[in-house]
């Protein structure tokens, strides 16, 4: 665990090497209720300014981060325990998709005409508007990117934006929030809340939030969107992964083995789309399996700079791994790297063929651990690969670009990516969000400016008559003619 709550106080440390952070106060119903005021107060100069403005304070919003971006990538690795490397990732990720919204807004967010079909006299169009306020929730795994990308979405659609981040990984918020307030913009445009379960329940719960984003578990999910149903709150959800990479016989084998290996144990696998199964067609199985066998016992978890991956942030999620593993049969075959006998720290972890009812196999794992299980035909790999109720992405290895389009289409994920992993993820013009247990609603792209916006059709007059056709003075008289139209028009 890389925190703990006493006294109206989070102990931030960093899990990888025990040391304390920083101690952070937890925001009170009475100031969370203030903050919100003061959000709902500057909506209404927010929301009303141009989408040209909002995208000339978010252009000196990212090129602050910029400057700030080693104090980002050092804070990350603090609060996770995560590799340099991994928070460098996150931060050049959240920086594209900063980027990448800011150019795309003016023309996403602007007025569209429409068709105003056989009442050529109409004009019509539709507009985007802000919702208004809009309550974050984001998680501990990735707290820079799934902070920054909903915040950044939701602001330059209009919104002001409340941020709760995992009380388990605060900091990266708290440096953010200090990087808004430094380009000399209003404050109460974006500000961070701080605490556990209840300060996010109450930041749903107010009638001053008009829109909730979470990122996090299923069952947290779950309650969210109940409370949300309850007050007729949009929500957007985006939830856990029981992610699938699917190999064919004439996959490219050496990218397929070093995508498996580093998509199922970047970030000690604590990715929402990390991959957990995978799937090879049983001609590949056996050197899959071998050749993966050796690559992964090079892999190691540890605190060095030596080390391949970092701790598992949280305590409850090493338990839960561990518990996976230990509840398989003891005739499993499982391959091994290596990992510090400190705490929290898992050794990269490959399971092959476990039964088909195995948690390993039905439940999200959230770490460096990755099943292997052989297939015969394309469409028992589709069976295997939506068998479990999760939606959020998939992988599909393979030279035969029929079979790969087939398999991303058959494949019941929000994304696929064929011959990658998780690379979807980083292009910032492509929405992001699951199915089923994994969720609703997109972030990024397109979908994600819209999804933070209300949608308003305006119609108007071309020309104007002293009444309409279907109005009760007019009826008698185009009675005949309207069932004419009808049958010159439709028939």
């Not at 429409?114 to 929730?137: C, M, T």
């Not at 995508?259 to 799937?279: F, H, K, L, P």
């Not at 190691?300 to 839960?320: F, H, L, Q, V």
Request: with cysteine; glycine share 8%; aromatic share 8%.
């Amino acid at each position: 665990m890389s925190s703990t709550i006493a006294d109206q106080t989070i102990n931030v440390f960093n899990p990888a090497t025990r040391e304390s952070l920083a101690d952070i106060p937890i925001t009170s119903t009475d100031e969370l209720d203030g903050l919100l005021t003061h959000a709902r107060q500057s909506a209404a100069t927010w929301n009303a300014s141009s989408v040209r403005h909002r995208v000339a304070i978010l252009k000196r919003f990212r090129k602050a981060i910029v400057l700030a971006s080693e104090d980002l990538i050092q804070t990350i690795c603090n609060e996770t325990g995560k590799k340099h490397f991994e928070g460098l990732l996150e931060v050049i990720t959240s920086l594209e998709h900063l980027k990448r919204a800011a150019i795309s807004a003016p023309r996403i967010l602007k007025p569209r005409s429409r068709n105003s079909g056989f009442l050529k006299y109409k004009r019509s169009h539709i507009q985007y508007e802000p919702l208004g306020v809009a309550g974050i929730i984001s998680p501990w795994n990735y707290p820079l990117i799934l902070s920054l990308s909903p915040v950044v979405e939701a602001l330059l659609a209009g919104n002001t934006v409340v941020l709760k981040p995992s009380e388990q990984t605060p900091l990266t918020a708290k440096l953010l929030k200090k990087i808004w307030d430094s380009i000399d913009v209003n404050s109460d445009i974006f500000q961070v809340i701080n605490g556990a379960g209840e300060t996010g329940s109450h930041l749903v719960d107010s009638p001053n939030t008009d829109i909730i984003c979470f990122t996090g578990s299923t069952q947290i999910g779950r309650k969210i969107a109940e409370a949300c149903a309850r007050q007729l709150k949009p929500v957007i959800l985006e939830l856990g992964g029981k992610d699938p990479m699917v190999v064919l016989n004439d996959a490219p084998l050496e990218r397929a083995l070093q995508a498996a290996i580093w998509g199922g144990m970047s970030n000690a696998g604590q990715t929402c789309i990390s991959v957990e199964r995978i799937y090879v067609q049983k001609d590949l199985y056996s050197e899959f399996s071998h050749r993966i066998s050796d690559m992964v016992s090079n892999v190691s978890a540890g605190p060095g700079e030596s080390d391949t991956i970092g701790p598992i942030t949280i305590a409850n999620g090493y338990e839960k791994i561990i518990n996976q593993l230990n509840d398989l049969p003891e005739s499993i075959r499982i391959e091994k790297g290596k990992a510090s006998t400190e705490d929290l720290f898992i050794a990269p972890t490959v399971v092959f063929d476990p039964p088909k009812d195995s948690a390993v196999i039905c439940e999200e794992t959230f770490g460096p651990v990755i099943t292997i299980t052989p297939f015969n035909t394309i469409e028992d790999a589709i069976q295997l690969a939506n068998d479990t109720g999760y939606g959020l992405s998939a992988s599909v290895f393979t030279r035969n670009k029929t079979h790969a389009k087939y398999l991303a289409e058959k494949i019941n994920a929000g994304s696929v990516v064929i011959n990658d992993v998780l690379t979807g993820y980083g292009i910032a013009d492509l929405p992001f969000g699951g199915r089923g247990l994994s969720g609703f609603g997109r972030v990024h792209g397109e979908e994600g400016l819209k999804a933070f916006s209300h949608v308003k059709s305006i119609t108007d007059n071309r020309f104007m008559f002293k009444s309409e056709p279907w109005w009760y003075v007019n009826q008698k008289r185009v009675q005949n003619l309207l069932k004419k139209f009808i049958r010159w028009y439709y028939g």
